[in-house]
């Protein structure tokens, strides 16, 4: 029998189906992107919503928690009002930019000239050709455009959420009706529970250090002078959730409108090594700090969910790739046949938060120890059951013969 499922997974047909199935998946994942994306957003959005109300239930005032009705509508609000905040900011911003396209396509001009002429004539002629040949201007309209289809989405999103915090109570009911049977119903219920306490804690510890990332950010860029200082904290606050490529891009970018902007590179210099040191002590100190090994996910799973994700959904994917996989990694973890996939994608082996309670070394050895206790106990039980029986028929034998006699 082993031989043959074995037989049955190095088959040619078994690798077809895998690859159709692939195919028709990752087809779907970008045909329906419209819809998907806004869907996923308002996804963590919801569970960050839960998690808040959650914690501001747990607040009591003159001995009274807050009521769990008022705990949505007060984190709803702030939600809202970060958005059109968000929204407010860029917008009013969005023409000053277009303004200043002109001017930093000069400067920028300038600064390649400069480099140019320290390797020779014909290269400066051939580059400030290609300076003449880019497009500043359609560049940027194209990304402003994009961020503001992206930003456009979230009127979608805040369609979808309140739906979703409405479906959250029956479907929980729903769930525990639809399985099968009573165990069943607790394994799902686990999964569920896991996969939100998970995503809950990934997504309010980064939205935290996010956040604290574009405050640091900002007040180094302010006081330098730097133009739509606004623009890019905000860039930096939603950069961060991006692994690794997004802090550099974060830093990146705002140095390099600096270099543009100001003449000397005092200014360039201060942004640079200031928004560096904001990024490397939240994302390498304090980062690590809040969130241990809750995820424990592998470095080289990151970044090819990163870079799957990115290339299926874009910059949205991006953002979402590390929750989504997430997930995935503790639905995998929960299906016993697919245990082993979740353990090669975690950091160390233990999964989920690291610790002893889910090592599937220390799992298979209580396992082993539990089944040898239970055929122990078998054991016992059929030999004290023989010993019974041996005993009654001895008792009865003996009454025979009494009679005879």
Not at 343 to 372: C, H, T, Y
């Amino acid at each position: 029998m082993p031989d043959q499922q074995q037989t049955h997974v190095f088959s040619l047909a078994f690798w077809h189906r895998v690859v159709v199935i692939a195919f028709f998946t990752i087809a779907g994942l970008v045909l329906a992107a419209d819809v998907l994306v806004p869907l996923s957003i308002a996804s963590l959005v919801f569970i960050l919503l839960t998690s808040a109300v959650d914690r501001l239930c747990q607040i009591e005032i003159l001995g009274t928690r807050i009521p769990r009705w008022l705990a949505h509508v007060i984190s709803a609000a702030l939600l809202v009002l970060g958005l059109l905040g968000l929204l407010s900011i860029l917008t009013s911003q969005a023409g000053a930019v277009a303004d200043a396209l002109p001017r930093y396509e000069a400067r920028f001009s300038e600064i390649l000239a400069r480099v140019v002429t320290l390797v020779g004539d014909k290269n400066y002629q051939a580059a400030q050709q290609a300076i003449l040949e880019m497009d500043f201007t359609g560049f940027a309209g194209g990304a402003i455009g994009s961020a503001g289809s992206f930003l456009s989405a979230f009127f979608l999103i805040l369609l979808y959420i309140p739906f979703m915090m409405l479906e959250q109570g029956p479907m929980r009911l729903k769930v525990a009706l639809a399985a099968p049977d009573a165990e069943s119903a607790q394994n799902l219920h686990r999964v569920l529970t896991r996969i939100s306490e998970s995503v809950q804690r990934y997504v309010g510890i980064k939205t935290l250090v996010s956040f604290l990332t574009g405050v640091g950010s900002y007040a180094i860029m302010k006081p330098a002078g730097l133009d739509f200082a606004e623009t890019w904290a905000i860039l930096a606050f939603v950069l961060n959730f991006i692994p690794t490529i997004g802090s550099i891009i974060g830093v990146a970018l705002p140095s390099l409108v600096a270099l543009v902007q100001f003449d000397t590179n005092t200014p360039f210099l201060i942004i640079l090594v200031g928004c560096g040191a904001v990024q490397f002590i939240i994302g390498n100190i304090l980062e690590p700090s809040l969130t241990g090994k809750s995820l424990n996910l592998s470095p080289l799973m990151v970044i090819l969910a990163l870079t799957f994700w990115t290339a299926i959904w874009g910059i949205p994917g991006a953002l979402l790739s590390v929750p989504i996989t997430v997930c995935t990694m503790i639905v995998l973890a929960n299906i016993p046949s697919t245990k082993s996939l979740a353990i090669l994608m975690s950091g160390d082996g233990n999964l989920f938060d690291g610790s002893q309670k889910d090592n599937p070394v220390r799992e298979v050895a209580q396992g082993e120890a539990s089944e040898a206790a239970r055929r122990k106990s078998k054991l016992t039980v059929s030999k004290s059951e023989l010993d019974t029986e041996t005993e009654a028929i001895r008792q009865e034998f003996e009454q025979n013969l009494d009679n005879r006699s």
